[in-house]
C-alpha cells in the first residue's frame, strides 16, 4: 500500500503523524508521503514541504506566499501522476488541500478528507463541491456527519482523533517541575504556533499577565513554545519576569498543570477542554483576514469548546475587544472563586463527552484501507 498525506499545519500534523503510525501497525511495508513535520517523519513518512515552510496567518501572509504555494502544488501534482497512491488523505488546510485533492481525484486516487475543515463554521458554499471530488469526509464531531451529508458528501464520524494525543500526567508532579518561582497557581499562556503571533498575540497575553500577576502575585505563568516558533523571539518577548516560565514544546504538560489557560482560538481550545481546564479564549490578526472572516462565519462563537457546548463555556476576546485588562479581569475573577471554576470544568467535561471514545486514528486507518476503491486511470 502507499499513501499520501497532506497536513498543512503543526496541529494537524499531528493527526498526521498517529495516523501514519496506524498504518504501519496494519501493514509495516506501507509507504508513506506527504506535507508534514518531524512527527510525520518520525513514523516514516517522506516529507516533501515541512509544516514549518506552509505557515501563513490569514489572507495577508496567504497572498504573500502565493509563488511559494504554487510551486508546492506543482510539486505535489507531479509526484501524484508520477506515484500510484492508493489513497490521498488530507488534513485541514483547505486553501491548499482542496486543490490537491480535486487533482488527485481526478487522477484516480481515492481521496479521503481527515480532519476535516470547519466549512459549517464558515464559507459554507465550499462544502457543495466536496460531493464531487471527497471519497468520504472523516469528520471530527457528530453534528458534522448531516452538514456533510445534506450536501451530498460522504461523512463519518469516527471519534476526534484528539482523543488518542491526550495522557494522563501527575498534576502535582507537574506543578512542581513548572511552577515559576514564588508562585502557587499556574496559568497557561498559549500564543499559537506562528511567528507572527508572537506580535499579535503574545503581546497582548503578557501584558494581561503583568496586570493579574500585580493583582495577585502568587499566580505564575508557563508558556509551551510550539515546535515551529522562533523560541529566541518569545523569550525575547517576556524579557526578565521572573513569574513568566517559557519551555519548549510540552503544551499537553502545561494544560495538565494548568489552573487556567489563555490560548489563541483554535486546536489548543479543543485540547484544554479535554484536560478540563477552564480558559480565556483569545484572537487578535491582521485587520483584513479577520474582517473577511467574520463576514463569512456562520457562527456565533470562534472557541471550540463553546461550538461543541452550544453555549459560551469560555469568554471570548477576539480583535479589537482583545484587550489585556478586560482578559485579566476574567481571570482574576475566576481564580479567585472556586465554584465558578468548578461550575466551568463541568461544563468541559460535556464537551469532552461529545468527541466520542479514544482510538479514532485506528478506526480511521482500518476505514481507508477498507475503502480505498480501484479507479480507471
Not at 463541491?129 to 451529508?149: A, I
Request: aromatic share 10%; hydrophobic share 45%.
Amino acid at each position: 500500500m502507499k499513501f499520501f498525506i497532506s497536513a498543512g499545519e503543526e496541529s494537524g500534523e499531528i493527526y498526521g503523524a498517529r495516523l501514519a503510525a496506524e498504518f504501519k501497525k496494519l501493514n509495516p511495508d506501507v509507504e508513506l508521503a506527504g506535507i508534514g513535520g518531524d512527527r510525520m517523519k518520525a513514523e516514516g513518512v517522506k516529507i516533501f514541504h515541512h509544516v514549518r515552510e506552509m505557515a501563513a496567518i490569514g489572507l495577508i501572509d496567504i497572498l504573500k506566499k502565493i509563488f511559494f504555494f504554487k510551486k508546492v502544488l506543482g510539486e505535489i501534482k507531479e509526484n501524484i501522476e508520477k506515484e500510484e497512491y492508493d489513497a490521498l488523505i488530507l488534513i485541514d488546510a483547505p486553501e491548499l488541500n482542496f486543490r490537491i485533492g480535486k487533482f488527485a481525484y481526478g487522477a484516480g486516487v481515492p481521496v479521503f478528507y481527515y480532519v476535516c475543515p470547519q466549512l459549517w463554521a464558515w464559507r459554507t458554499y465550499r462544502a457543495n463541491s466536496l460531493k464531487s471530488w471527497v471519497d468520504t469526509m472523516l469528520v471530527l464531531f457528530p453534528f458534522e456527519v448531516g452538514f456533510y451529508r445534506q450536501c451530498g458528501v460522504k461523512a463519518e464520524f469516527l471519534g476526534h482523533p484528539m482523543l488518542d494525543e491526550i495522557k494522563s500526567y501527575d498534576r502535582e508532579s507537574l506543578r512542581s517541575e513548572l511552577m515559576p518561582a514564588d508562585c502557587k497557581k499556574i496559568v497557561g499562556l498559549l500564543p499559537g504556533s506562528r511567528n507572527a503571533e508572537i506580535e499579535h498575540i503574545l503581546k497582548p497575553e503578557l501584558e494581561a499577565a503583568d496586570i493579574i500577576h500585580s493583582k495577585m502575585d502568587d499566580v505564575g505563568f508557563v508558556i509551551p513554545v510550539a515546535g515551529s516558533l522562533d523560541e529566541r523571539k518569545v523569550l525575547k518577548a517576556v524579557g526578565d519576569r521572573s513569574y513568566i516560565k517559557v519551555i519548549k514544546g510540552r503544551s499537553h504538560e502545561v494544560m495538565a498543570a494548568s489552573d487556567m489557560l489563555i490560548t489563541k482560538s483554535g486546536t489548543s481550545t479543543l485540547e484544554g477542554a479535554i484536560f478540563g481546564v477552564p480558559m480565556v479564549i483569545v484572537y487578535r490578526g491582521p485587520f483584513i483576514s479577520y474582517w473577511f472572516a467574520r463576514i463569512l462565519a456562520h457562527v456565533e462563537f470562534i472557541g471550540l469548546p463553546n461550538i461543541i457546548a452550544g453555549k459560551k463555556v469560555a469568554t471570548e476576546y477576539l480583535q479589537s475587544d482583545f484587550k489585556a485588562g478586560d482578559v485579566a479581569k476574567e481571570v482574576l475573577g475566576l481564580l479567585s472563586d472556586e465554584a465558578k471554576l468548578i461550575e466551568k470544568r463541568e461544563a468541559l467535561k460535556e464537551v469532552r463527552q461529545k468527541l466520542g471514545k479514544a482510538g479514532a486514528a485506528k478506526r480511521a486507518a482500518i476505514y481507508i484501507i477498507d475503502h480505498k476503491i480501484e479507479r480507471k486511470r
